[in-house]
């Protein structure tokens, strides 16, 4: 999800070559977690069970969704885009079932109560799937003539059903917060993905007001363009809260900032903010909104780069490093 929103941003600044390089990057990460997921199904299954089973991990199922329509969409702007008709095929089948599924199991489904205690920043990731599929949606309705009102049907069926699951989960994570103990601890990385959603409901708004006129388009047009500008302002709104958060958390409770595979979350929202706002400006003619796009956009470059970096370096100390060392012989034996 983050290179892969990344290397959209970067084509969109007329940088073709990073951005390939990311998109190979982002493709090997995919196909790669796949496998790996796969893999886990077969080989630990009850943990994958009680994965589903837990509210605070369950909806992480959803970035499989986000992901295959981040990937799809980059290789829709390379022309590939019976690539992306596919992608979103797979993504959109997959975000009807565990949108069902999910809820049912890890919240409705449960004997714990309250469940609202375990409300945390990845319920946002199933707004994310939403938007991604109308994303994708919108992203092939100009190629597709015969099946352009479909599309647009989906696109924007699947970019309201984000918004009512916005205010759904931003109720649900404010109960959390203002209702049970709170501590540093629990402030993790994936609370950036609160403005990640947003700025994706931006990005779709921003692709069906593009979109050419059909009935679903025309009669929400001008609503959906009215609050994309408003979802952004709202976005732009809770980076210094989150900027924040994150001060108080490593600077004032002194918590070690090192690496953690959440962190990735973190860099999705600020990539998908600064695609968003250059959409946006484009759309709708915005060049503040445009500027302030491409200034995030540089900005997930460098977070994304870091990131990197520390992920590469922590594998070296701690897995390759691991295998590499010899076996000391146990002085004992």
């Known amino acids: 999800m983050a290179t892969g929103i990344i290397s959209v941003g ?24 796949v496998v790996l997921f796969v893999w886990r199904v077969v080989a630990f299954r009850a943990e994958v069970v009680d994965d589903f089973l837990d509210p605070r991990r369950a909806f992480g199922f959803f970035t499989f969704v986000a992901a295959t329509n981040v990937v799809g969409v980059r290789l829709g702007l390379e022309g590939e885009y019976v690539a992306t008709a596919v992608l979103l095929g797979v993504a959109g089948l997959a975000w009807m079932v565990l949108g069902y599924v999910v809820p049912w199991t890890a919240v409705l ?122 979802f952004w302002a709202f976005a732009t709104w809770l980076i210094p809260v989150l900027v924040a958060a994150g001060w108080w958390r490593h600077v004032r409770h002194r918590i070690p900032l090192s690496y953690d595979a959440t962190l990735w979350s973190m860099v999705f929202p600020v990539g998908m903010y600064g695609v968003a706002g250059i959409y946006l400006g484009q759309a709708d003619h915005l060049p503040v909104v445009e500027h302030l796009g491409h200034a995030g956009m540089w900005c997930a470059f460098v977070i994304w780069l870091v990131v990197m970096v520390a992920m590469l370096t922590h594998l070296a100390n701690t897995v390759f490093t691991s295998r590499s060392l010899p076996r000391v012989p146990d002085p004992a034996s």
Do not use: K
């Open 10 to 33: 970067l084509d969109l600044m007329g940088h073709p070559t990073l951005s390939r390089t990311l998109l190979a990057v982002a493709g090997v990460a995919y196909v790669a977690l």
């Open 109 to 230: 489904g449960r004997r714990d109560r309250p469940v609202v205690a375990t409300a945390n920043g990845t319920w946002f990731i199933w707004v994310v799937a939403s938007q991604s599929v109308a994303v994708s949606a919108a992203t092939i309705e100009p190629v597709y003539d015969d099946a352009r009102r479909e599309l647009a049907v989906l696109a924007v069926v699947c970019w309201s059903v984000g918004v009512f699951l916005y205010a759904a989960a931003g109720i649900m994570v404010a109960l959390r917060l203002m209702l049970y103990a709170f501590g540093p601890e629990e402030l993790t990385p994936p609370y950036w993905v609160a403005m990640g959603a947003l700025s994706i409901t931006v990005l779709a708004g921003a692709r069906i007001v593009e979109m050419a006129d059909a009935p679903m388009v025309a009669v929400t047009r001008d609503l959906i363009a009215g609050l994309a500008v408003m």
